[in-house]
T-cell receptor
Framework: GESVGLHLPTLSVQEGDNSIINCAYS??????FIWYKQESGKGPQFIID?????DKRQGQRVTVLLNKTVKHLSLQIAATQPGDSAVYFC???????????????FGQGTILTVHP | DSGVTQTPKHLITATGQRVTLRCSPR?????VYWYQQSLDQGLQFLIQ???????AKGNILERFSAQQFPDLHSELNLSSLELGDSALYFC????????????FGEGSWLTVV
C-alpha cells in the first residue's frame, strides 16, 4: 500500500559536516514530495519540496534529490549546524487524477543530532 | 510561525469525555487538514476539508469528526475518548485542494487519563 519508509534511524554529525537523510517511497503514483523538519514540541516545518518531473532541487543549504527509478528521496544539508538538530520527515502526495487530494503520507522520520 | 493557529495547546481529559480542537488556517488558505502524531503510529492523516467540503479521509475513527466553517476555520471533535487517543493533533492548511505545500500549526497535545 501507500507508504513512505523511514525506520526512525538516527544520524549524528559534527557541526560543519554535510548531512544526508534518506527516504524510500513505495507508491509510483506519487508526484510531489516534501521534506519537513520537526523540532521538539513544535509542528512540522516545511523545508523543501520537489515534483516528480524534477530530479534535483536546491534551497538555502539544502538539496533534495529524487530518483524515481528506485523510488528514493534524499535531503542533503550543507554545513550542518546545531540548530538543524531535529526529526526530519519526508512526505509524498499522490497528485492530480487521484482521489487523495492533499493527503500527505509521511515517513517515520530520521533523528538528526548535530554536535558542536 | 507558519500562520496556522491551533487551540488549545494542551489539554488533559478523562476517558469517555469529548473534546473539540480548533484550527485557524493561514490567511487565504482554503484547505485544512488534520493529522494525528503518536509515538507508535507516527504522523497519520485524518481528514481534509476544502472550502467547507470534505475532500479526503484517512484513518479517522468513527468517534472523531471534523468540519470546516464558512470563515474557513476548522474543528476536530473527538468523542468517547480512550487512553490510546492521547497524541499530538496537528492542523495544517494550504491554498488549494492538492499539489501544494502544506503548512502545519504547532499542534494540540491531548492527554487522556
Amino acid at each position: 500500500g501507500e507508504s513512505v519508509g523511514l525506520h526512525l534511524p538516527t544520524l549524528s554529525v559534527q557541526e560543519g559536516d554535510n548531512s544526508i537523510i534518506n527516504c524510500a517511497y513505495s507508491n509510483s503514483a506519487s508526484d510531489y514530495f516534501i521534506w519537513y523538519k520537526q523540532e521538539s514540541g513544535k509542528g512540522p516545518q516545511f523545508i523543501i519540496d520537489i515534483r516528480s518531473n524534477m530530479d534535483k532541487r536546491q534551497g538555502q543549504r539544502v538539496t533534495v534529490l529524487l530518483n524515481k527509478t528506485v523510488k528514493h528521496l534524499s535531503l542533503q544539508i550543507a554545513a550542518t549546524q546545531p540548530g538543524d538538530s531535529a526529526v526530519y520527515f519526508c512526505a509524498e502526495n499522490i497528485g492530480a487524477g487521484g482521489t487523495s487530494y492533499g493527503k500527505l503520507t509521511f515517513g517515520q522520520g530520521t533523528i538528526l543530532t548535530v554536535h558542536p | 510561525d507558519s500562520g496556522v493557529t491551533q487551540t488549545p495547546k494542551h489539554l488533559i481529559t478523562a476517558t469517555g469525555q469529548r473534546v473539540t480542537l480548533r484550527c485557524s488556517p493561514r490567511s487565504g488558505d482554503l484547505s485544512v487538514y488534520w493529522y494525528q502524531q503518536s509515538l507508535d503510529q507516527g504522523l497519520q492523516f485524518l481528514i481534509q476539508y476544502y472550502n467547507g467540503e470534505e475532500r479526503a479521509k484517512g484513518n479517522i475513527l468513527e468517534r472523531f469528526s471534523a468540519q470546516q466553517f464558512p470563515d474557513l476555520h476548522s474543528e476536530l471533535n473527538l468523542s468517547s475518548l480512550e487512553l490510546g487517543d492521547s497524541a499530538l493533533y496537528f492542523c495544517a492548511s494550504s491554498p488549494r485542494v492538492q499539489g501544494n505545500t502544506i503548512y502545519f500549526g504547532e499542534g494540540s497535545w491531548l492527554t487522556v487519563v
